[in-house]
């Protein structure tokens, strides 16, 4: 089977055995978890600076350079699904999702269909149009399996390319809706001391940090002051609703997990969040125990791609949409106010 080779430079203050560092620094579209690392290891398929290593806990330090020998995967076609889409706009070049809560983007190791570009070969007759036989036809952006709400996908080349240029150039307008935990309130002296934390005029929170992934878990986004990616979040209150505040979040830049690890950093993690909320919990002395409990046992991070805006990229047209909250996010704000908070 054909194999090719994946080189690691271990970055700055690795862990310090070898499945470790890797864990935290083997590229992502590498598909590695550290399990598989572990495997590959006890192969001999590694080698740490040009020597074969088959010990997990081998010693490595910065600047190490790993070597590893992966085996290609199998290509596995992806097929064409009859799933429902909400499409908000579509026209030659591009079209606009709603995408539901649950709905992976594309398809990856451990979601291989049920995906949006699953649904989408569907929709288009089987194809993607082209759209450069690029390896994610037409994703030019994504949003997280358990977040809904609005995505662009392209449909030929021109849309791919000029899309991919707006992003980069972070000139799309992106807001998300979603309920935190607690009150970002520009009063708080706990919050004004947090780093990477200013206010803006208008109350708006600005968060400006660096995101990489976590040093030992891959499934989760660390903030960081060196190293890693530029990220900058913008929130600002709508609506105080007792334990708990409805916000929108505008992002300047689109990180992966960027507003749930953002809100976390603040110390108002999102309701529902499972990787970032730890296990904040609302009590029931204020809500009473049925509204305490909806909100406990929320099953998803309570967030919503609202509106979406970009330029057209082949008319030049400015383009605006904007995406009803879903009803799991609407019932819970429908409970909260009826309580009177």
Same mark, same amino acid.
């Given at each position: 089977?054909?194999?090719?080779?994946?080189?690691?430079?271990?970055?700055?203050?690795?862990?310090?055995?070898?499945? =470790?560092?890797?864990?935290?620094?083997?590229?992502?579209?590498?598909?590695?978890?550290?399990?598989?690392?572990?495997?590959?290891?006890?192969?001999?398929?590694?080698?740490?600076?040009?020597?074969?290593?088959?010990?997990?806990? *081998?010693?490595?330090?910065? #600047?190490?350079?790993?070597?590893?020998?992966?085996?290609?995967?199998? /290509?596995?076609?992806?097929?064409?699904?009859?799933?429902?889409? =909400?499409?908000?706009?579509?026209?030659?070049?591009? +079209?606009?999702?709603?995408?539901?809560?649950?709905?992976?983007?594309?398809?990856? &190791?451990?979601?291989?269909?049920?995906?949006?570009?699953?649904?989408?070969?569907?929709?288009?007759?089987?194809?993607?149009?082209?759209?450069? #036989?690029? =390896?994610? &036809?037409?994703?030019?952006?994504?949003?997280?399996?358990?977040?809904?709400?609005?995505?662009?996908?392209?449909?030929?080349? *021109?849309?791919?390319?000029?899309? *991919?240029?707006?992003?980069?150039?972070?000139?799309?307008?992106?807001?998300?809706? #979603? +309920?935190?935990?607690?009150?970002?309130?520009?009063?708080?002296?706990?919050?004004?001391?947090?780093?990477?934390?200013?206010?803006?005029?208008? *109350?708006?929170? =600005?968060?400006?940090?660096?995101?990489?992934?976590?040093?030992?878990?891959?499934?989760?986004?660390?903030?960081?002051?060196?190293?890693?990616?530029?990220?900058?979040?913008?929130?600002?209150?709508? /609506?105080?609703?007792?334990?708990?505040?409805?916000?929108?979040?505008?992002? /300047?830049?689109?990180?992966?997990?960027?507003?749930?690890?953002?809100?976390?950093?603040?110390?108002?993690?999102?309701?529902?969040? &499972?990787?970032?909320?730890?296990?904040?919990?609302?009590?029931?002395?204020?809500?009473?125990?049925?509204?305490?409990?909806?909100?406990?046992?929320?099953?998803?991070?309570?967030?919503?791609?609202?509106?979406?805006?970009?330029?057209? &990229?082949?008319?030049?047209?400015?383009?605006?949409?904007?995406?009803?909250?879903?009803?799991?996010?609407?019932?819970?704000?429908?409970?909260?106010?009826?309580?009177?908070?």
């Amino acid at each position: 089977m054909p194999t090719h080779i994946v080189t690691v430079e271990i970055g700055p203050d690795p862990a310090p055995r070898l499945d =470790k560092a890797l864990a935290r620094d083997v590229p992502e579209e590498a598909h590695l978890s550290r399990s598989r690392l572990m495997r590959l290891i006890a192969d001999g398929a590694v080698r740490l600076n040009g020597a074969p290593v088959t010990d997990s806990r *081998a010693r490595v330090a910065e #600047g190490d350079v790993v070597a590893i020998t992966v085996e290609e995967a199998a /290509e596995v076609e992806t097929a064409a699904e009859p799933i429902a889409l =909400k499409v908000m706009h579509e026209d030659a070049d591009l +079209i606009v999702i709603d995408k539901p809560a649950g709905m992976v983007v594309h398809p990856a &190791p451990g979601s291989p269909g049920g995906t949006l570009v699953n649904a989408l070969l569907h929709h288009f007759g089987g194809n993607l149009s082209g759209v450069g #036989g690029e =390896k994610r &036809p037409g994703i030019v952006h994504r949003i997280d399996k358990d977040t809904s709400g609005l995505l662009v996908v392209a449909k030929s080349d *021109a849309a791919h390319h000029g899309l *991919a240029d707006q992003f980069a150039a972070h000139t799309v307008d992106r807001e998300y809706i #979603g +309920i935190c935990h607690g009150l970002p309130d520009p009063a708080d002296p706990r919050l004004n001391g947090v780093r990477g934390v200013n206010f803006e005029a208008g *109350a708006v929170l =600005k968060i400006t940090t660096h995101l990489a992934r976590h040093k030992t878990d891959r499934q989760r986004q660390a903030v960081l002051f060196q190293g890693g990616r530029h990220a900058v979040t913008r929130v600002r209150v709508e /609506e105080p609703l007792g334990p708990v505040t409805l916000v929108t979040c505008r992002l /300047e830049t689109g990180r992966t997990h960027q507003i749930r690890v953002h809100m976390a950093h603040v110390g108002h993690a999102l309701v529902g969040d &499972p990787v970032y909320g730890g296990r904040r919990k609302v009590s029931d002395k204020l809500l009473g125990a049925d509204l305490a409990e909806v909100i406990n046992r929320f099953p998803r991070q309570a967030l919503h791609a609202a509106r979406l805006g970009f330029v057209h &990229p082949v008319t030049g047209d400015d383009m605006s949409f904007e995406a009803d909250l879903p009803p799991d996010m609407a019932a819970l704000l429908q409970g909260l106010r009826a309580a009177g908070l």
